[in-house]
C-alpha cells in the first residue's frame, strides 16, 4: 500500500502532473499555433487532440487486468506512463516552429493518452489504498492539483514563455513531470496481498461480470445521479460569459472575475469540500453540497433580469457560485470513489467518471439553444430548476444507502 499517514503525498504530484498537458493544450496551444499562423478552423479542432480522456473507459479493464506482482498492479502503469509522459513532452521542445506542426499535434496527442492511461491507474490506486476517512482529502487533491497543473501549464509557464521562449514552456513540463515521477519511485508502496486470490489480478470477463453486478444492485441509478450532478450548472456556466459580454463588460473583467476570482474561489471550495466530507460523513456532504450550490445560481439568475448589473455583484456571485461548485466536485468524487468495487477500481471508478463528463454535455448543447429562442433568463432559470432537482435526487438517493459500502469478499470472483 501507499505509505501510512502520508497517500496523500504521492496523489498531488500526480494529478498535477496529468493537469499540465491538458492546461496547455486548452489555453497555450491555441496561442502557440496561432503565432506560427495557423487558421482558426484548425484550431478549433485541437478538442480532438484530447480524446483519450473521452475513452479511456476502453482500456481501463487492462490496468486492472494486467501488471506486476512484484512491483504492483498500479505502480507498474503509473510509472512507464509517467516516463513516457516525460520523455514525449520533452521531445516537442524540438519540433521546429516552421513545419513541424503536425509532429507537434501528434505528441500532444500522445501526452493526452498517456496522461489519461495514467489517470486510470491512479484513481485504481487510490480507491484500493485510501481508507473511507481519507476520500475526501484525497478528491480534493484530485480536484486542486490537477487545477494547479492545469494553470501551470496553460497559465505560469505561458507567461514566463515570453522571457525564455516556447521551448523553455515544454522543457519546464518535462521537468516537472521527472519530479512527479521520482516522488512516485519513492515514496509509492503497492504491495500484493498475502494470498493470490484471484481478486488481485481478475480476468476481462471477470471485470465485465462484477460491473454487470453493480448495475443491478442499484448502479444504474448511481449513473442518474452522477449524470445529472453538473447538468444545470453547466447550462448557466456555459451562457454566463456571453451574457456579461452582452451587458457591455470588456474580456479582460470576464476573464478576470472568472478565470482569476472563479478559479482561486473553486480551488478553495474544492479544499473545503474535504472539511466538508470529514465532518457530515461524504452522502450528507454530497446533499448539502447541492443544496448551498442552488443559491449561486439565483444569485445568477437575479442578475440577469438586471439591465445593468453592478461589477461588484457579478464577482460576488461569482465566487458563491464557484466555492459551491468546488465543494460540490469534490464531495461527488468522493462519493462515486466511496461506491465503486475496490476489486476493479480502475475499470469502475472510470467508468462513472466517464458518465460525470459525458452528463455535462446536455446542459451545455442544449444552453445555447434556450438563451436565443427565450432569453437568458429562461436558460438561467431551467439551470437554478435542475440543479434544485438534483439536490432533492441526491437526498432521496442518500437515504436509500447504508452509510458505508461493504467491501467485496475475496471470494468474490473465484
Known amino acids: ?34 503565432e506560427q499562423g495557423t487558421s482558426l478552423t484548425a484550431i478549433g ?11 479511456k473507459a476502453l482500456w481501463a479493464p487492462l490496468v486492472d487486468r494486467f501488471g506486476s506482482r512484484r512491483l504492483g498492479r498500479y505502480k507498474s502503469w503509473i510509472l512507464p506512463m509517467q516516463l513516457l509522459l ?10 521546429p516552429a516552421q513545419g513541424g506542426t503536425p509532429v507537434l499535434l501528434v505528441l500532444v496527442f500522445l501526452m493526452n493518452l498517456f496522461a489519461a492511461t495514467q489517470d486510470i491507474a491512479v484513481d485504481g490506486l487510490a480507491v484500493r489504498t485510501l481508507r473511507p476517512e481519507e476520500l475526501g482529502p484525497a478528491n480534493a487533491i484530485q480536484v486542486v492539483g490537477y487545477k494547479i497543473g492545469m494553470l501551470t501549464g496553460g497559465g505560469l509557464l505561458v507567461w514566463l514563455s515570453g522571457s525564455f521562449g516556447w521551448r523553455f514552456v515544454f522543457v519546464a513540463m518535462a521537468a516537472l513531470m521527472l519530479v512527479a515521477f521520482a516522488i512516485t519511485v519513492i515514496f509509492a508502496r503497492e504491495e500484493a496481498p498475502a494470498d493470490a486470490s484471484p481478486i488481485d489480478k481478475p480476468t476481462l470477463v471477470q471485470i465485465l461480470a462484477r460491473l454487470w453486478r453493480a448495475a443491478k444492485l442499484g448502479g444504474g441509478w448511481l449513473v442518474v445521479l452522477i449524470a445529472t450532478a453538473k447538468i444545470g450548472e453547466q447550462m448557466v456556466d456555459t451562457m454566463w460569459k ?6 457591455g463588460f470588456d ?27 470529514r465532518r457530515l460523513g461524504i452522502g450528507r456532504a454530497l446533499f448539502w453540497a447541492a443544496a448551498l450550490r442552488v443559491p449561486g445560481l439565483v444569485g445568477q439568475l437575479v442578475i440577469a433580469t438586471q439591465a445593468a448589473p453592478s461589477s461588484d455583484a457579478i464577482i460576488g456571485v ?39 463528463v459525458l452528463g455535462k454535455a446536455p446542459g451545455a448543447l442544449s444552453s445555447g439553444v434556450i438563451a436565443d429562442r ?19 435526487y441526491a437526498a432521496w438517493f442518500v437515504r436509500q444507502l447504508s452509510p458505508t459500502p461493504k467491501a467485496p469478499s475475496r471470494s468474490a470472483l473465484r
Not at 479542432?45 to 475513452?55: E, K, R
Open 1 to 34: 500500500m501507499l505509505m501510512p499517514r502520508r497517500p496523500l503525498l504521492v496523489l498531488f504530484p500526480l494529478y498535477f502532473a496529468q493537469g499540465m498537458p491538458y492546461g496547455f493544450q486548452a489555453t497555450a496551444l491555441p496561442v502557440y499555433l496561432r
Open 242 to 247: 456571453p451574457f456579461l459580454l452582452d451587458r
Open 45 to 55: 479542432f485541437l478538442g480532438l487532440l484530447s480524446l483519450p480522456w473521452a475513452v
Open 374 to 392: 427565450f432569453g437568458y433568463v429562461a436558460c438561467f432559470a431551467s439551470g437554478v430548476v435542475l440543479s434544485a432537482a438534483f439536490a432533492a
Open 86 to 95: 516525460a520523455l514525449v513532452t520533452l521531445a516537442s521542445a524540438f519540433v
Open 318 to 356: 461569482t465566487i458563491v457560485e464557484h466555492v459551491a461548485s468546488g465543494v460540490l466536485t469534490t464531495a461527488l468524487f468522493a462519493f462515486m470513489m466511496s461506491r465503486v468495487d475496490p476489486a476493479i477500481g480502475a475499470t469502475h471508478y472510470t467508468l462513472l467518471a466517464s458518465v460525470e
Open 251 to 277: 474580456k479582460a473583467q470576464i476573464g478576470l472575475w472568472q478565470g482569476t476570482y472563479g478559479m482561486i474561489a473553486s480551488t478553495l471550495g474544492s479544499l473545503f469540500g474535504a472539511y466538508v466530507c
